[in-house]
């Protein structure tokens, strides 16, 4: 590309065009961080179920320490993009902070669930589908909205439930909810994202 | 009615930068330099105008051992490119 080249008004529009269609980050990158995160927490609800069924483990909800393993390949494979794409576009900064704040009301809510009889998993779900909703209109994927709404779904149902059926309703929505739409966003064709 | 073009925008790298920058949040120099196929003599030189209009922020370090080079549009650079197609549609659409 030359600096020195006369622009018509049409070479300016195809410039344009070109480098915006050009510079499109690849989503279908965000669909491993939802398979990650999605067998950590099925791992995590097996492990609850099995320590709380088949155990006299006293704190069988203990289980859960094991989402931050998750951490660890998240970090990884986000630094492997990072150097791989070379880019990072505004889609990529709204999700990391989209997903920040459920971090961090994470955090709170697990440091305050006392107060609240240590039922958290209402409000778990109530935040897993807000930010799959917000996923989903953010990369424009209708698999990860719907799967926003099946957590809202759930978030309601879980407040009629007992430990063992939530344990249960956190599988099934792991699966349908979060696992699902994120295989889908990975296998989708790229023309159709 | 034609309206004047930028002529810091109106070059053919110039534009090419600032309109891969306007669609992402940073770029690699690296990345650019892919993406509008120009050397890398040519498009230091052309960063550096952008940056001292202060259309672009340019933000240097190293990954590992290897020097890394970011480049990001500004507020300026936005209002700038925003300006630039507005009085660009004087000349396909005359009337406006």
Same mark, same amino acid.
């Given at each position: ?48 179920f099995v $320590?709380l069924k088949f155990?006299? *483990? ?19 494979? +986000? ?25 961090? +009301? ?17 409000? /778990?779900?109530?935040? /897993? ?29 879980? *407040?009629?439930? +007992?430990?063992e059926?939530?344990? $249960? ?25 | ?18 309109? $891969? ?22 498009? +230091? ?5 952008? *940056? /001292? ?14 020097? $890394? ?28």
């Amino acid at each position: 590309m030359k600096t020195d080249k006369k622009l018509t008004p049409s070479d300016s529009i195809r410039i344009i065009n070109e480098m915006i269609e050009t510079s499109k980050g690849n989503i279908q990158d965000n669909a491993n961080y939802f398979i990650i995160w999605g067998y950590v927490v099925l791992l995590a609800c097996i492990l609850h179920f099995v $320590l709380l069924k088949f155990t006299d *483990f006293e704190k069988p909800y203990l289980a859960w320490l094991i989402v931050l393993i998750g951490f660890i390949p998240t970090t990884i494979y +986000s630094k492997r993009q990072i150097k791989k794409n070379k880019i990072f576009t505004h889609i990529d900064r709204i999700n990391i902070f989209l997903w920040l704040t459920f971090g961090i +009301s994470y955090i709170i809510f697990i440091a305050y669930m006392s107060k609240f009889n240590y039922q958290i998993f209402p409000f /778990v779900f109530l935040l /897993v589908g807000n930010c799959v909703f917000m996923s989903g209109i953010n990369l424009k994927f209708k698999p990860l909205i719907a799967g926003g709404i099946i957590y809202w779904a759930g978030t309601i149902v879980s *407040f009629y439930l +007992s430990l063992e059926y939530l344990l $249960l309703l956190t599988f099934i929505l792991i699966i349908i909810a979060y696992l699902l739409p994120g295989y889908l966003l990975k296998y989708k064709k790229e023309s159709d994202v | 009615m034609y309206n004047k073009l930028d002529p810091l925008l109106h070059s053919e790298l110039r534009l090419a930068i600032v309109s $891969l920058l306007i669609h992402t949040d940073k770029a690699e120099f690296v990345y650019i330099r892919e993406k509008t196929k120009a050397t890398a003599g040519n498009l +230091s030189v052309q960063i550096e105008k952008l *940056f /001292v209009a202060g259309y672009i922020s340019v933000k240097k370090s190293f990954r590992g051992k290897k020097p $890394l080079t970011e480049c990001k549009i500004t507020r300026k650079g936005i209002a700038s490119f925003e300006k630039y197609v507005n009085d660009l549609k004087t000349y396909i659409e005359p009337d406006q």
